[in-house]
């Protein structure tokens, strides 16, 4: 999956940022961590707006993405595990 945020899209992008990899919200004085995308098990970031994930989690993330008005592009690939492992992130 890959998406596009228009560039005049500021509070968008912030907003697909969120969606994608995360925030930490403050509710009630206390910190809580409410995951991405990327958090997903079998989600992985693939670069600059480029994720590979289920088509179940690309649907979902695709439909949420173009209710903002986000340009979304979806292919099937093929990618063993080994291979996607080369791209995930380390845990913080």
Request: proline residues 4%; glycine residues 8%; positive net charge.
């Amino acid at each position: 999956m890959s998406y596009d945020v228009s560039g005049g899209a500021r509070s968008v992008a912030a907003r697909v940022c969120q969606i994608v990899f995360g925030r930490k919200r403050i509710v009630h004085g206390r910190a809580r961590d409410e995951p991405g995308f990327i958090h997903r098990s079998g989600v992985a970031w693939i670069g600059q707006s480029v994720l590979v994930m289920s088509s179940r989690d690309a649907e979902e993330l695709a439909t949420r993405l173009r209710s903002l008005g986000v340009r979304v592009a979806m292919a099937p690939v093929t990618i063993p595990h080994t291979s996607l492992d080369a791209f995930r992130r380390p845990r913080a």
